[in-house]
């Protein structure tokens, strides 16, 4: 992930728990959240995307279901309820993960 600051990393990592927050509680697929973070001028790769929902999902604020139907296989990105303490402020927050008001 070296072609963004750790700044930028913390900041993406808290959109990225925003957007499954807001998917309640049908979840959030990766397309739904690289379309979310392109629209909001994060530029970041399939790789960098995916480091970032394994950093989430290491750390209990995220898990990851997979879902097949009609032969295809989908990867649902749901919050946790740690996650939704990390969000709410009932927990300390975490150093790599920054929280925004605007995302």
Known sequence: MSAVSAIENRE??????KICQRAQPYGA?????????????????????KAHLKY???????HMEEHKKSGVT???????????D???????LDPGVLLDETA
């Open 29 to 49: 697929s990766f397309q739904i959240i690289e379309t979310t973070l392109l629209e909001a001028d994060f530029h970041v790769s399939l790789t960098e995307i």
């Open 12 to 17: 993406i990592r808290g959109w990225i728990l």
């Open 74 to 84: 989908r990867r649902i990105n749901f919050i946790t309820p740690q996650g939704i």
């Open 56 to 62: 989430l999902n290491d750390k209990d604020y995220i």
């Open 86 to 92: 990390l969000i709410e402020g009932n927990i300390a």
